[in-house]
């Protein structure tokens, strides 16, 4: 069965730094992959996807992630934190064929100022 | 706005109480899905509607029932609460002719549900 590993459940980075928040698949097979954002007391938000088009994919907000095959991953990386980053994110994966997503178990994001 | 809509948006239960989480989407998606979530466990789905009459199982179906009530709506029902069903319920839905599966959902805002 498919699965995503999120290693972190928490980050603290400070105003300005560099944002990295790992994700990794586990399939034999390239899936589409997505990053998920949920600000406090809201649903989920679309931030970004690999669909096996590039393996450098640039979401909004600023954030991008790249796809490696090889150490089956899919980090989620932004070049300088803002204090509206903090959030928690979350990585997601869906078998091609199929309509369903599995989820990571959320890596909680804190912007120190 | 165009989007998904859960009602209610916050609900106690007692022990052993039924009740149905509401769901509806106003953008023709074919697919729709309830999800729980819960401190340390992410998103776990509950069941899932991959087209209008159409419904299975997902990973934490226990305890729940579904009905997919025409193409806009999408129901979760709990028979009899337990307390381990405190949690904050997700609906989504997604279009499967918009590039299928790549797409990406659109969630709800979530109900929040506490069983005593």
């Known amino acids: 069965a498919q699965s995503v590993t999120q290693l972190g459940s928490h980050v603290s980075v400070s105003e300005g730094a560099l944002v990295l928040l790992r994700c990794n698949y586990s399939?034999?097979?390239?899936?589409?992959l997505f990053w998920y954002v949920q600000y406090p007391n809201q649903g989920l938000q679309l931030l970004l996807k690999?669909?096996?088009?590039?393996?450098l994919v640039k979401g909004i907000n600023g954030f991008e992630a790249e796809f490696k095959k090889s150490e089956t991953s899919f980090h989620l990386t932004k070049p300088s934190a803002h204090m509206s980053d903090a959030a928690e994110y979350f990585c997601?994966?869906?078998?091609?064929?199929?309509?369903?997503?599995?989820f990571g178990t959320g890596t909680r994001l804190k912007v120190l100022a | 706005n165009a989007g998904v809509t859960q009602t209610p948006k916050f609900q106690v239960l007692k022990t052993g109480q039924s009740m149905t989480l509401q769901c509806a989407q106003d953008?023709?998606?074919?697919?729709m899905y309830w999800y729980r979530q819960d401190p340390g466990m992410g998103l776990r789905l509950i069941y899932y509607?991959?087209?209008?009459?159409?419904?299975d199982k997902g990973e934490v179906p226990n305890g729940y029932n579904v009905s997919r009530l025409n193409k806009r709506e999408f129901s979760l029902r709990l028979e009899s609460a337990a307390p381990s069903q405190t949690s904050v319920y997700f609906c989504?839905?997604?279009?499967?002719?918009?590039?299928?599966?790549?797409?990406?959902?659109?969630f709800g805002s979530g109900t929040r549900l506490t069983v005593v």
């Open positions: 399939s034999s097979v390239p899936p589409y």
């Open positions: 509607s991959a087209s209008e009459g159409t419904t």
């Open positions: 989504a839905s997604m279009s499967r002719s918009q590039g299928g599966p790549n797409y990406g959902y659109t």
């Open positions: 690999y669909t096996s088009a590039a393996t």
């Open positions: 997601a994966v869906s078998d091609k064929g199929t309509y369903k997503y599995i």
């Open positions: 953008m023709n998606h074919n697919s």
